[in-house]
């Protein structure tokens, strides 16, 4: 697998698994199993996706070695400020079953995380975990926290799609060193994207499904992928992408697919913020 670095040194691999929207223990303890021995080594999940017992029980019966392993969790918004955030931390890694991280986030650009980076800063320092970012941070948040912490982000995990393709977020991302990493990279399959004739056209030429194409794309642009898929044969699927590469002119035709805008949610709606605040651990 392919790795990426931190501007702290620490690799990370360009393509994971993550874990969003399967609550059900049984059920995700099952599909991380899948994906390890499928050969994923990173592991996104997130406190508020309910799941990290399970993510945890997945690796304890993997028999993989925790160094091989790269492992995310988030930080909730109402878990935000510093004494929270150290005991929201605890809590997660006791979840998971591990002694540290690999990769915490702050989930969302709400409430106090500002002092929720401070303690963030201070478990980084500590050796508890390896590296630090945030998630759903637009460019301007980005930069606000970048000019105005110790320690700059290092990676910043936001929605990042043919349909919503974030170069400008990427290029500020770039200017400050922090790595691209995409949520929802095959668009959580909407607009029917898997049967978009562009795409499709250009799978077919390659002899790859539409969902290659598209991960292949993102990687090509250095953004970090963790597509999601209960299905064993799509995590298969999904991490069978390096074994071909996209022409410039490919790049230049996914690229007129841009909407400029989400098709999944607008984190900067009044509405989206008061949806969030009220979503409780």
């Known amino acids: 697998m392919k790795t990426l670095k931190f501007y702290n040194g620490v690799e990370i691999p360009a393509e994971g698994y993550g874990v969003f929207q399967i609550p059900d223990n049984a059920e995700c303890e099952r599909c991380v199993s899948d994906a390890l021995e499928t050969g994923y080594r990173l592991i996104d999940t997130a406190a508020s996706?309910?799941?990290?017992?399970?993510?945890?029980?997945?690796?304890?019966?993997?028999?993989?070695?925790?160094?091989?392993?790269?492992?995310?969790?988030?930080?909730?918004?109402?878990?935000?400020?510093?004494?929270k955030t150290l005991k929201a931390f605890d809590t997660s890694l006791k979840k998971l079953g591990l002694d540290y991280l690999d990769l915490y986030l702050i989930h969302q650009p709400l409430n106090d995380y500002y002092g929720s980076w401070r303690a963030m800063e201070k478990l980084y320092k500590e050796g508890l975990?390896?590296?630090?970012?945030?998630?759903?941070?637009?460019?301007?948040?980005?930069?606000?926290?970048?000019?105005?912490?110790?320690?700059?982000?290092?990676?910043?995990?936001?929605?990042?799609?043919?349909?919503y393709q974030q170069q400008e977020a990427i290029d500020v991302?770039?200017?400050?060193?922090?790595?691209?990493?995409?949520?929802?990279?095959l668009a959580e399959g909407q607009k029917d994207i898997f049967?978009?004739?562009?795409?499709?056209?250009?799978?077919?030429?390659?002899?790859?499904?539409?969902?290659?194409?598209?991960?292949?794309?993102?990687?090509?642009r250095g953004v970090i992928i963790i597509p999601k898929s209960s299905k064993?044969?799509?995590?298969?699927?999904?991490?069978?992408?390096?074994?071909?590469?996209?022409?410039a002119e490919d790049m230049e035709t996914i690229a007129k697919m841009d909407t400029g805008h989400s098709e999944i949610i607008d984190h900067r709606s009044p509405m989206t913020?008061?949806?969030?605040?009220?979503?409780?651990?």
Not at 58 to 77: D, N, Q, V, Y
Not at 129 to 157: H, Y
Request: proline share 4%; glycine share 6%; aromatic share 10%.
């Open 129 to 163: 975990i390896k590296a630090i970012g945030v998630c759903n941070f637009a460019p301007d948040r980005l930069v606000d926290l970048a000019l105005n912490s110790e320690i700059t982000p290092m990676i910043d995990q936001i929605e990042i799609h043919p349909f």
């Open 195 to 220: 049967n978009n004739p562009v795409l499709k056209s250009i799978a077919e030429k390659y002899g790859k499904t539409t969902a290659q194409v598209i991960l292949r794309w993102h990687t090509q």
């Open 232 to 247: 064993k044969s799509r995590m298969e699927e999904n991490i069978s992408i390096w074994d071909f590469e996209l022409t």
């Open 49 to 83: 996706y309910f799941n990290e017992e399970a993510v945890g029980n997945a690796i304890a019966g993997s028999g993989i070695k925790r160094e091989e392993l790269f492992i995310t969790t988030k930080l909730w918004l109402t878990d935000a400020g510093y004494e």
């Open 173 to 185: 991302m770039k200017e400050y060193n922090v790595l691209p990493q995409a949520w929802g990279p």
């Open 273 to 281: 913020v008061k949806w969030l605040n009220n979503c409780k651990l």
